[in-house]
């Protein structure tokens, strides 16, 4: 049952998240029902990642973000991009904010408290702001593999 609900998540090359996701609602619906906590993974004693979590904000700091690449990615930027905004979407109209952040440094911002400026440009929606260019770029070159 879940392989087909994942299939038909699967249009235009990307992860496609439409309103009526089942998927989609239950991660944001998990997400909204944590008020408050820290998570921090590790991997042989060293940190991984460390989330904060605090009411409607999630904050997620990516201390070695090669350790979440995905090898056999074939998806495109543009596609990458589309599959963001339906996310982001979904976060703001639940009242969610998903920081991110690149070993300390601020990176994106998704959801309802994400201001977009000049990003707007390229990302095309109120849901997505990138907080550095340079973060931005350099998560995208960890999460590459050659």
């Known amino acids: 049952?879940?392989?087909?609900?994942?299939?038909?998540?699967?249009?235009?090359n990307h992860l496609h998240i439409d309103e009526n996701d089942?998927?989609?609602?239950?991660l944001v619906k998990a997400m909204k029902s944590v008020i408050h906590g820290?998570?921090?993974?590790?991997?042989?004693?060293?940190?991984?990642?460390h989330m904060d979590i605090s009411k409607d904000i999630i904050a997620i700091n990516l201390l070695q973000p090669e350790f979440f690449r995905a090898p056999h990615d074939e998806t495109g930027l543009?596609?990458?991009?589309?599959?963001?905004?339906?996310?982001?979407?979904k976060l703001t109209h639940n009242g969610l904010t998903l920081s991110i952040r690149r070993k300390g440094k601020e990176a994106l911002t998704i959801g309802k408290q994400a201001?977009?400026?000049?990003?707007k440009l390229i990302t095309r929606t109120?849901?997505?702001?990138i907080d550095s260019i340079k973060e931005?770029?350099?998560l995208?070159?960890?999460?590459?593999?050659?």
């Open 22 to 26: 089942m998927i989609s609602d239950w």
């Open 38 to 49: 820290t998570i921090e993974i590790n991997t042989e004693d060293k940190p991984v990642a």
């Open 115 to 119: 201001r977009p400026k000049l990003s």
């Open 78 to 89: 543009f596609d990458k991009l589309q599959t963001s905004k339906e996310f982001g979407h």
């Open 140 to 146: 995208k070159r960890d999460f590459k593999t050659d």
């Open 126 to 129: 109120d849901d997505i702001q």
């Open 136 to 138: 931005a770029a350099e």
């Open 1 to 12: 049952m879940i392989q087909e609900v994942t299939l038909s998540m699967l249009g235009n």
